[in-house]
């Protein structure tokens, strides 16, 4: 069965410091994964999936399978950061269905 | 493009009935997954449709089932309503068969029962 793991239900950090919010992931196949924000008052919506390999609004996300995580790093969080952040995995080949994790809360402190 | 729309955007229902909520894909989709989302937890998900046809479906019971029609937009009705059915409930649409696609998600229809 499949699973995506969010440990952290809450995270606060100040302005200007780094930030991780951790994501490990239970699949037998070949995985694909992303990572899902959602503002305040605002749809969920892509941030970055793995594939891409791409850093947005200055995340990155850097799959290791060896140890099953998808972790979303930012060397320095803005306030505008301040969001719910999900981690998905997506299977069933193209016509895939995505698998979310229960998602954390970051807050980023002036 | 006003992206993935849904109606309607709160509803509150009694227990045993029933009830209908209604997706508007993005243009040029072609494929529509309804994902429910409780209280404090991530998107849970249910079913998705492609060419009018239910193509996958998680763990839902057999008293949660859609339509989608020819023009791709699509229905999640729900009969015999429960308490445990309270929750915000999103439809996500994405093109079937590209690689890369990506799931666009609507303002999700606020489900209540009372």
């Known amino acids: ?3 995506v793991t969010q440990p952290e239900k809450l995270l606060s950090v100040f302005k200007g410091a ?7 992931y239970s699949y037998s196949g070949s995985p694909e994964l992303f990572w899902y924000v959602q503002y305040s008052r605002q749809r969920l ?8 390999r791409e850093s947005i609004k200055g995340f990155t996300a850097d799959l290791n399978k060896g140890e099953t995580s998808f972790h979303l790093k930012k060397p320095f969080a803005q306030e505008e950061d301040s969001a719910m952040y999900y981690c998905a995995l997506g299977s069933g080949g193209s016509n895939y269905k995505l698998t979310f ?10 | 493009d006003a992206g993935v729309t ?3 955007t709160h509803l509150i229902k009694t227990r045993g009935q029933q009830v209908t909520l209604r997706c508007s894909p993005k243009s040029g ?9 409780a209280l404090g937890q991530g998107p849970q998900f249910i079913f998705q449709y492609y060419e009018e046809e239910e193509r996958q479906r998680g763990n839902f019971p057999d008293r949660f089932s859609g339509h989608q029609f020819p023009n791709y937009s ?3 009705n729900v009969n015999a309503l429960l308490l445990g059915d309270s929750a915000l409930y999103l439809c996500a649409s994405s093109l079937l068969n590209r690689r890369n696609t990506e799931a666009f998600f609507g303002q999700g229809t606020r489900l209540t029962v009372v």
């Open chain 2, 6 to 8: 849904q109606s309607p």
């Open chain 1, 101 to 110: 994790g229960k998602g954390t809360l970051l807050t980023v402190n002036p």
């Open chain 1, 1 to 3: 069965a499949q699973r």
């Open chain 2, 29 to 37: 989709h072609d494929t529509v997954s309804w994902y429910q989302q």
């Open chain 2, 74 to 76: 699509s229905e999640l």
């Open chain 1, 18 to 24: 780094p930030v991780e919010l951790k994501c490990n």
């Open chain 1, 45 to 52: 919506q892509l941030l970055l999936r793995h594939i891409s």
